[in-house]
């Protein structure tokens, strides 16, 4: 079993940037990648930004050029900086972990992005 726990939403003006935390925890062998994934009201959950173990990455094109995912080993955290945020990004932001046939996910932290 993995656990996660996310944090660092808030809201924001436009144009600006928040940084989103996920701290992993249990059976962090086991997960071949995690990723950043966010849900705005009566819309379908979307793939926002993923990191493997080989730090390759992938992200949305709605994001690429603002949103940068990264992690820390040592601190079993994935961080998800996002500049430049527009009022398109509110969303529920989750983080997931994915690896051996199972997926977890963190609760959600809201973000809100005022024009």
């Known amino acids: 079993q993995v656990q996660l726990v996310a944090s660092g939403g808030g809201l924001v003006q436009a144009g600006g940037s928040l940084r989103l935390s996920c701290a992993a925890s249990?059976?962090?062998?086991?997960?071949?990648?995690m990723g950043w994934f966010r849900q705005a009201p009566e819309k379908q959950r979307e793939l926002v930004a993923t990191i493997t173990r080989s730090d390759s990455t992938n992200y949305a094109d709605s994001v690429k050029g603002r949103f940068t995912i990264s992690r820390d080993n040592a601190k079993n955290t994935v961080y998800l900086q996002m500049n430049s945020l527009k009022p398109e990004d509110t969303a529920n932001y989750y983080c997931?972990?994915?690896?051996?046939?199972?997926?977890?996910w963190g609760q959600g932290t809201q973000v809100t992005v005022s024009s």
């Open positions: 997931a972990a994915f690896g051996r046939g199972s997926n977890y």
């Open positions: 249990g059976s962090i062998f086991s997960i071949d990648f």
